[in-house]
């Protein structure tokens, strides 16, 4: 079994490496349920980390169904993600029925 901690600070991330979890799945905005983190966030928890880190994209809490300017928000947030060195990201795309938007998640 894999153990996976949402963290929200370098204290979180680090008390999750120290407790053995193999994986940090990074967020800001607490209080939104979850946004993006800051690039100064990501790049410290690169840094500190020797376990994985996979960062949440997601541009503002409520809904999970974006317009184009959030898409691409959400796409330059990925590309970020990666030239900072996160093993990954975690994200959600709905359609207003609430099913999976296959084609804007590819």
């Known amino acids: 079994m894999q ?3 949402c963290a929200f600070s370098i ?3 680090l008390n999750a490496q120290r407790a053995g979890a193999q994986r940090v ?15 100064g966030l990501i790049e410290r928890a690169r840094a500190v ?3 994985q880190l996979y960062v949440m994209i997601r541009p503002r809490g ?3 169904c974006y317009d ?4 691409a ?3 330059s947030d990925i590309q970020a993600a990666k030239d900072l060195g996160a093993d ?6 709905l359609q207003p029925n609430g099913e999976i938007d296959i084609a804007q998640t590819a």
């Open 3 to 5: 153990v996976e901690v």
């Open 11 to 13: 204290e979180s991330c």
């Open 25 to 39: 799945e990074l967020c800001g905005g607490m209080y939104e349920g979850g946004t993006t983190p800051s690039h």
């Open 49 to 51: 980390l020797s376990i």
């Open 62 to 64: 409520g809904d999970f």
């Open 68 to 71: 184009e300017e959030e898409l």
């Open 73 to 75: 928000v959400m796409r």
């Open 88 to 93: 990954g990201v975690v994200f959600g795309i």
